[in-house]
């Protein structure tokens, strides 16, 4: 089992930034793909961001490219996303994930493990 757990969530305005975290523990060495999936109200989860552990490939969804970086840390076994130039409709619960194997098709239940989310609020 991994265990995953969010935080950096908040209230920001919008040109603001904030950085979430995703600490990651138990079977972590199971798990070599991580990333972060958010879900406004009333819409389907969708991919934000991801990484590969074994060569750090990111991936990222078209409508955060240029503001938002994914990152790790290995030996906190910790992953980032910073996020820059927020924009009102980022608004949404953003969640870690774990993946067992590595696919680069991010649909919705992409994790095998999740996290329980982290509110992100840009107000305009």
């Known amino acids: 089992q991994v265990q995953l757990v969010e935080s950096g969530g908040g209230l920001v305005q919008a040109g603001g930034s904030l950085r979430l975290s995703c600490a990651a523990s138990?079977?972590?060495?199971?798990?070599?793909?991580m990333g972060w999936f958010r879900q406004a109200p009333g819409k389907e989860r969708e991919f934000v961001a991801a990484?590969?552990?074994?060569?750090?490939?990111?991936y990222y969804a078209d409508s955060v490219k240029g503001r938002f970086t994914i990152s790790r840390n290995n030996a906190k076994n910790t992953v980032y996303l910073q996020m820059n130039s927020l924009k009102p409709e980022d608004t949404a619960v953003y969640s870690c994930?774990?993946?067992?194997?590595?696919?680069?098709?991010?649909?919705?239940?992409?994790?095998?493990?999740w996290g329980q989310g982290t509110q992100v609020t840009v107000s305009s």
């Open positions: 994930a774990a993946r067992r194997g590595w696919i680069s098709t991010f649909y919705p239940n992409w994790g095998d493990y």
């Open positions: 138990g079977r972590t060495f199971s798990t070599p793909a």
């Open positions: 990484i590969r552990w074994s060569d750090g490939s990111k």
